[in-house]
């Protein structure tokens, strides 16, 4: 069943205004490319199609919020709370997303070529075609995610808890994948060549190479 946020985060007011040169301000955020918005309020706000290039969003609350199509490349997440938003193919390239909180949130199809997100937490995150080959996602939590179809070519994916998540098809070719935990995950179908698996966790893994390091 589909989580909904509260009724009272909903209906929260934003402080919603257009500048005189039409960029559009969302309590005292200006939202284009590289605005300083650390820690702003950003819950349910409609972001589809923005360009945030660069933008500085450290620690902002996005809970809930739409990021669809929306280029956040080189932006700066890191704690930032994403919880239930939706990114659906938004550009997340080279973005900090180091401890941020994409809990329940919607990432299908995001491009995250490159992108920072150790520690970060995906858990029952919905990445679904999601490209993140190159992304450093070391110590990531991943519980209940769905990862299928993910390209996670040559990621670095060490100490990741990938507890319950799915990864049918996904690609992992030369991904790191070392002191990780493959608990009760699904591999079936994903392309594995060259990538390593040492001393990682695989108790109730469908498909994980539970031969490798022998």
């Known amino acids: 069943m589909k989580r909904l946020l509260p009724l009272a985060l909903l209906l929260a007011p934003l402080a919603q205004a257009v500048a005189d040169d039409g960029v559009t301000v969302i309590n005292g955020c200006r939202l284009e490319a590289e605005s300083q918005c650390p820690g702003a309020d950003l819950r349910g706000a409609d972001l589809r199609h923005l360009d945030l290039r660069r933008i500085n969003l450290a620690g902002a609350d996005l809970s809930g919020a739409d990021l669809r199509h929306a280029n956040l490349d080189l932006a700066n997440l890191e704690k930032a709370k994403l919880h239930q938003a939706d990114l659906t193919r938004a550009s997340l390239q080279q973005a900090n997303l180091r401890l941020a909180d994409f809990s329940a949130a919607r990432l299908v199809a995001i491009n995250g ?29 991943l519980h209940d995610a769905n990862l299928t179809a993910a390209n996670l ?62």
């Open 153 to 214: 070519e040559m990621a670095w994916l060490n100490k990741a808890d990938f507890k319950g998540a799915t990864l049918r098809d996904a690609n992992l070719q030369e991904a790191k994948i070392n002191d990780a935990n493959l608990e009760a995950v699904d591999l079936a179908g994903a392309r594995r060549h060259y990538a390593t698996f040492q001393g990682t966790h695989m108790e109730g893994c469908r498909e994980c190479p539970l031969d490798w390091e022998k």
């Open 113 to 141: 070529w490159a992108a920072h997100g150790q520690a970060t937490r995906f858990t029952g995150a919905d990445l679904t075609g999601a490209n993140l080959e190159f992304a450093r996602l070391s110590a990531a939590r």
